[in-house]
């Protein structure tokens, strides 16, 4: 069973550079939604801003393209009022990691339902080629000349010592590993954290396609995603000795946030609450 | 009939819980109550107080000339004693001392003991201060069997017999008779609004003193079916209530002046995705993190703008808890009705200080949410951003009709919601998104005026400036001068037709508000043209009462 692709297809012009690793990730996401049986009305993806936040106007389900770091708190609030909803987040490095570093750290905590791939590309690309916070250290860009100072943020290793139940990379050049991984986020109960590696053509010369495709490896069957301290040697492999990709962690054990409320769970969903102001006359008692 | 009290004494000493209980039983005998609280930033030690008001007359303001003094650290003694009446009573426990025949010592603590529960000795204390009042015990035992469980209530109705009957009568109460009354609080009054209004998901960070709004609406989570969320910044808090407005829940979240800063740039997008949003501010003085727990108004200047380039927005301030509860069921709707930010403006004074008012009619309010449903679009051509005539475009919500999805994007749209650098288009989408500061007009309130009906001097204030400005008005009126109050409730667009009318036969108009600029002053001059020739303004942090305001008037304008 499967939808038709075509039905994600967005008419609206695309200002990505030619060859960028964003279109991996678009027809990953649509592969996955198709192959998942879905229909665009029931998807929501929540952006911030940067190329990657881009991503919900070249695919046609419903779109969020907020501000920048705030990608994730509207994809709270969007689930927690249609919990009927599938509900992804896409955006960048800068926005997730950066700017938007507190809200990625205490979705974690909620283990929110939701599935939030990160196009990591190592590098400020809308803004012409600063460092992110997944810039290796010393790389030279357009605007740390003498080398970025400080030491690059690790993302998994950081998701998986904060308690997240669902950590995985996948790179955009491999379309079907990448869209098993969205398809397999989707269905885990929780915060699924997807950390995709991407080139970028424009501004990052040093981890480009090659770069990536000579280090990555993918996770065998004889890795355990349950054993979290195996995961989380994993997730500090980087650089010359490989770079694992596939699902690192996975805890399907842990209550995902909907679940943590009690008639939420169990009632239908808010958009749905029927409610009248006579409802709320009863709590006057209190100040009699 | 009217008496002033105060309750002195440190944090952690169950000041609240004495207040609230005594409050709760002058209500109940039938008197309209006022009080409001004077407390510092900290958990434990410090000088807070509270002052009560009751009378067999609606009361709307504080007073400081005081009746009753119920000490409870030395302090007390050395911040208030002066403003005790001559004919006034001075309580308080063995260790706090005060020589002066108006000190009534009780062994409180003692008797507490005695009792077997230490922590019931301000209870002892109740006792005293209603037989000092001449009043009759009824109403205490239901009020204690409603706050406690049976054994604590017990030791508490000891504790208050032991404290009547320690006393002798000072002064005489006649009976209350107010009926069909609440006692509430500024804040309370927004949370019960905001829950009565279909409120469905409130995000919020904690901050003084916004944070009664949450605890309240929490408390019925369950109960109405609601969700509260507990943000990890005022940042998220507002974008979460953005993202749940947007999949088509009512919401809304409130902070105080930091959090609200830190809000401004979701304000903007609330703005240009046109999704419908309520914001309470809750005014504390600032800058920075300024004085945390006392009052100011001075955000207007600031929550006019707040937020880069431009988006239509409406502004109201609250005036009582009565006002408070109808003004928020009444932004939500227009909210909704308009697709717009609306912001409601509180300050500490109003959201802690409790008044009597008139049960809320729930009867007579509805919540208008104004969604279109499949049957009311053109399925193939709908598009989110339709430029119309009114500038308003049908809202769905999105994933309940096959076929159809909804984007909406911070940046300048095309009507689909597709990001654009377009001229007209932006020229088109600015102007549909403005168009509502016109709408607006048709939905505006006059400004509450009270006083002479040919004024020769006209006070103008706005929000929790109302209680004040009441009081002082009769108090100028009755020493004979020709005096009118307006009190501005709605704020942006600026209601002018009142204002105007006045200020062509006023031979002085007179701003009173309690901020450093004179920020509603420079509103009405910016919007009318209109000129204040005088201004009554304060910024310590307390807010300007009736006695207050008259005293001014008569030196500084009469």
Redesign the interface.
Known sequence: MATDIKLFNSN?EN?WCPGCGNFGILNSLKKAFSELDL????I?I?SG?GQAA?T??YI????????HG?S???????K???K??KILVTSGDGDTYGEGG??F??NIRRNLDITHLVHDNQIYGLTKGQGSPTTAKGQVTTMQLDGVRVDPFNPLATAITMGATFVARSFSGDVNHLAHLIQEGMKHEGYALIDILQPCVTFNKVNTFKWYKDRIYKLDENYDPTNKMEAYKKANEWGDEGIPIGILYRNEDATSFVDR????RD?KP??D?E???????K??E??? | MRYNILIGGSAGQGMDTFSVLLEKILK?KGYYVFSNKDYMSRVRGGHNFIQIRFSTEPVYSYDDELDIIIGFDQNTVNFHSDKLKENGVFLCDENVKWEDNRTITIPMLKIAKEIGHARVFGTVGMGAVLKILGMSDSKVDEVFETKWEKETSESNKEAFKRGYHYVESRFESKEGTAENT???NGN?AIA?GA????V??Y?AYPMTPSTSIMTYISS???E????V?Q???E???????????????R?MTGTSGGGFSLMT??LG?AGITEIPLVVANVQRPGPATGLPTRTEQSDLSFILTASHGEIPRMVLAVKDPEDAFYQT?RALNIADKYQMLVIILNDQYLADATQTVD??N??N???DRHIATASDIDLENYKRYEVTESGITPRV???????????????EHTE????TESSEVRIEQMQKRMKRMDLLREELIEPDYFGDEDPETLLIGWGSMYGGLREATELLQKDGHKVGSLVFGDIYPLPTNLLEQYSKSVKTIVNVEQNYTGQLAKLIRQETGIHCEKNILKYDGRQLYAKEIYSRIKEEVL
Do not use: C, Y
């Open positions: 609206d200002a229909l665009p009305h029931q929501l929540s801003i881009k919900p106007h046609n389900v419903n779109g969020f393209n907020g501000l705030r994730l708190p509207p994809a709270l609030g969007a927690i009022a249609n009927d909803l507190n809200h750290i205490h409320i009690p008639h939420l009632g808010l958009v609450r409610w009248k102001p006579l409802d709320a006359k709590f006057m209190d100040f009699r | 109940r609440i006692l509430i309370q019960l829950i009565a209004g279909g469905s998901f995000s019925k989570e369950t109405a079916n609601l969700v969320e943000a990890e910044d940042i998220a808090a507002i974008n979460m209530a953005i993202g749940a407005s947007f999949t088509g829940v919401t740039e979701a997008l069921v049960e809320f729930f009867d309010l509805s919540i919500i999105l994933g309940k009709i096959e076929g159809l999805t909804v984007i909406a994007d911070s940046d689909e919601g597709h990001i």
